[in-house]
DNA sequence: ATAATTGCAAACACTTTGCACATGT
DNA sequence: ACATGTGCAAAGTGTTTGCAATTAT
């Protein structure tokens, strides 16, 4: 693991155990975001461990959420350059995606307008990738 | 109940009873999109019939469902204006937004250069409302 | 030494299934 | 009459909790 996290983790309190190394380690290979199930085939880890170890890595800031809205739940981690996701229908495979235009310029409208403080958003894509189509 | 939705819903083979019309009418009361739990508690009816009737509404194309992140699947209209919600992450109100620029040109984008054909897309803003600022 | 981490069993919450009965058309 | 809708009990999933044992620093 790099010596950079390495120092992070331990000066957010947190050791360099195991089952935290290979979470992130599995994450960072990945190139899409993973679902509890899926990172507890890769680890030989009670499912308790992994529910509370994405906790502590959510709270602690490596993790982000991403949510496809089929029920599960998905982590990657959050040191990715900021990106949204193509989520093919029919196949289910995963592509990261830059926009060209921000939402920043959407977020200080809403600002103005609606006088609320955007803090951050979630914006996926759904559709046919170029095999599925 | 609209004459409209009334004759929609029977041209799908859908019968016009109580628990249909009240969960269209209370979705249609409220400003915000709602959980089961939330709908569950409006109406005097059991819970399986409540998840049996959000699916057929929801493949019939009666409901959208939304994502705040939170674990809770909640639904709304689909009959309502394309778009967003602002939901405050301390108080948990919810407004809605329309872009002032819509996503159609960066999903004109996507599908040149990802060769990735965009079919809807899920965005929600989440950030501090008027009075939690 | 001691605070953080882990495993296990049990509890919880949310959602689905099978089947018999009831209702709308 | 008959297809659609409903209630109930039970089963399935995903997630959390309490507690005792283990490990990293």
Do not use: W
């Not at 010596?3 to 983790?9: A, P, R, Y």
């Not at 009670?46 to 709270?59: A, F, M, Q, S």
């Not at 490596?62 to 981690?77: A, I, M, S």
């Not at 403080?117 to 599925?132: A, D, I, M, P």
Request: one cysteine or more.
């Amino acid at each position: 693991m790099q010596d950079e996290i390495v120092k992070s983790l331990k000066e957010s309190g947190l050791k360099i155990t195991t089952v935290r190394t290979r979470i992130l380690e599995i994450l960072n290979i990945s190139i899409k975001p993973l679902t509890v199930h899926k990172i507890l085939s890769e680890i030989d880890v009670n499912k308790t461990t992994i529910y509370r170890e994405i906790d502590i890595l959510l709270k602690a800031g490596y993790l982000n959420k991403v949510d496809f809205g089929d029920g599960n739940k998905r982590y990657e981690l959050s040191s990715l350059d900021h990106h949204h996701h193509l989520v093919c229908i029919k196949c289910h495979a995963v592509e990261d995606v830059v926009l060209k235009e921000t939402l920043f310029n959407e977020e200080n409208l809403i600002s103005l307008t609606n006088k609320f403080k955007v803090s951050y958003h979630n914006l996926e894509f759904f559709g046919y990738c170029h095999n599925c189509q």
